[in-house]
T-cell receptor, first 117, second 112 residues
């Protein structure tokens, strides 16, 4: 089992460009999450999904869109990248819904390092 | 005030030492608690969930104090391989909004 995978691993964008980050999991988890991690700040939840075809906003959703067309995939889109979106992005999945108090494990992907110039 | 706060460290300790980290949280709503470990430039991985009765896993012990609103992680007989950042994670749920909040992490460096 590969667990949670993310592509790409690194990316440099210019301001205004768009891109999509792909997350895939092979654990048959219902719940998937996108986070960003910045120096001096904890991981912050951008969006999450409670199942195929459903998404919900997290703590910092502005400037991002997501889609969950297939249970195993969760896509994060940046329509018009800004320097403030320079960050490390982590995708995660879990068997139970973490934001609803599940005492469960989240499995994280290896991260995507994005720089917006 | 941050909803979840940790001492950023670094904690520099010799091998074999015992080290303890605290994490405080501000929201008294229903919660679940975790400690995650993150190695440099890697993804976070679950170290242990924290239960009301406290729990132990080998050299690691996690405790919860709801009255004072903090959780702790104790590492005994530190190993070089314990060097990492330890993230405190709290889920607040059942109210107007559900949240999952990560602390900024405490850096542990175990010295030979």
């Amino acid at each position: 089992n590969a667990g949670v995978t993310q592509t790409p691993k690194f990316r440099v964008l210019k301001t205004g460009q768009s891109m999509t980050l792909l997350c895939a999991q092979d654990m048959n988890h219902e719940y998937m999450y996108w986070y960003r991690q910045d120096p001096g700040m904890g991981l912050r939840l951008i969006h999450y999904s409670v199942g195929e075809g459903t998404t919900a906003k997290g703590e910092v959703p502005d400037g991002y869109n997501v889609s969950r067309l297939k249970k195993q995939n969760f896509l994060l889109g940046l329509e018009s990248a800004a320097p403030s979106q320079t960050s490390v992005y982590f995708c995660a999945s879990s068997y139970s819904l973490m934001v609803a108090g599940a005492q469960d494990e989240q499995f994280f992907g290896p991260g995507t390092r994005l720089t917006v110039l | 005030r941050k909803e979840v706060e940790q001492d950023p460290g670094p904690f520099n300790v010799p091998e074999g030492a015992t080290v303890a980290f605290n994490c405080t949280y501000s929201n008294s709503a229903s919660q679940s608690f975790f400690w995650y470990r993150q190695d440099c430039r890697k993804e976070p991985k679950l170290l242990m969930s924290v239960y009301s009765s406290g729990n132990e896993d080998g050299r690691f012990t996690a405790q919860l104090n709801r009255a004072s609103q903090y959780i702790s992680l104790l590492i005994r007989d530190s190993k070089l391989s314990d060097s990492a950042t330890y993230l405190c994670v709290v889920s607040f749920y059942g109210g107007a909004t559900n949240k999952l909040i990560f602390g900024t992490g405490t850096l542990l460096a175990v010295q030979p």
